[in-house]
């Protein structure tokens, strides 16, 4: 089965319209106004680290159009029975601003060997130094990592025509609400940096990156990006970058199905705190933060 896939104004339209699609770790609470409605699809790819399908879905009625879109499981185990190229069915749990995946069962096992495992991704761990990557921002200036040194950075990946309202565009926000946060412990805001990391080389460009910036973070004041700057990479440079990161990414037309990951890089340039997907809070990163330049300082 190939499913017609809609790309971005599609995705909009559908999010607009069925404002459902949040995605959130905490699926375990579930409560009894949950809805529920019936997936058959193809699965494309398989994150097990973050117990994700990415699958090329039929239309849901009620839900959503036909598209490639990720899928939380729940719960996780059944991750073990399943192949990329398997074609399921399966239960879209949508509960508030959250969705996951339940009572999947194969309908059409793939067919041949199994697909040659890719490279295990590289999964940052506390105290490993952070390369000196480059990127070109908002204002079409390089910048680099090891300009922040003394400094804590918080770092997430997005790409500014992201659909999907849990991932880039909650990400985007929640920094927004930590950058406006900051801002009134004027010590903590002079020892920290934002960065909002593209990994659409292509669409991405310092001017469109400076106009999604002045939309989330409400302004445009360009103070704004004395803290919070907007980067992306070169394309040579992206699949070293995203491999460090964790982050998992593959082009579908105008949409790029991805994987999240968000760092915290302390001020000695290493990684102080790793978050594979979006299980965090605006609170948590701005502890994080503070910790690593409390834990720095002690050092010294």
Sequence with gaps: MTAKRYVLVLCCAFLVCAPLALFSVGCSKKSSSAQR????????????????VNVDAAAIPGFMDAMTMPYRVEPASQLGQLRVDDVISADVVVDEKKYWLENIKITEQATGPSPKPSAALHTPVPGEAVPDFAFTNQSARRISLDQYRGKAVLLTFI???????????????????????LKS?????ARTHLLSISFDTVHDTPGVLRAYAFSYAHTRQTTLFRHWEFAVPAESQLPKIASYFGLTYARDGNAITHSLSTAVIGPDGRIFKWYHFNDWQPSELIKDATDALQANAHKS
């Design 37 to 52: 409605f019936h997936l058959t699809g193809r699965i494309i790819s398989i994150d097990e680290a973050g117990s994700i």
């Design 159 to 181: 790409y500014t025509r992201c659909p999907f309202a849990d991932y880039c565009p909650r990400m985007t926000s929640e920094l927004a609400e930590i950058n406006d946060q």
């Design 185 to 189: 412990n004027p010590a903590l805001f």
